[in-house]
Nanobody, 112 residues
């Protein structure tokens, strides 16, 4: 079955950067769209960014100019580079494949 494993979360100071990774197994990764979502405490899960099988990207407004989604099909991995982080970016970040499969999430905490 499809399995997604996120990594790269942690505690970072405001203005800092993190790079999240998500490794996929059990799927035809290169043929699938990949996305990152996030869920802050007490809030709904929302889309952060998506990358199609062709490499086309789309971002939530709050992520534009600060976050970059990318993929490495040879490694079955999707990345989320996050820069200029603010406390409002604190959330659990989830990897999603083809709107069907989810990872367990990785915690990102932005705090001084």
């Amino acid at each position: 079955q499809v399995q997604l494993v996120e990594s790269g979360g942690g505690l970072v100071q405001p203005g800092g950067s993190l790079r999240l990774s998500c490794v996929s197994s059990g799927s035809d990764f290169s043929a699938n769209a990949m996305a990152w979502y996030r869920q802050a405490p007490g809030k709904q899960r929302v889309l952060v960014a998506v990358i199609t099988r062709w490499g086309t990207t789309n971002y939530a407004d709050y992520a534009k100019g600060r976050f970059t989604i990318s993929r490495d099909n040879a490694k079955n991995t999707v990345y989320l580079q996050m820069d200029s982080l603010t406390p409002e970016d604190t959330a659990v970040y989830y990897c999603n494949e083809e709107n069907d499969y989810w990872g367990r999430g990785t915690q990102v905490t932005v705090s001084s």
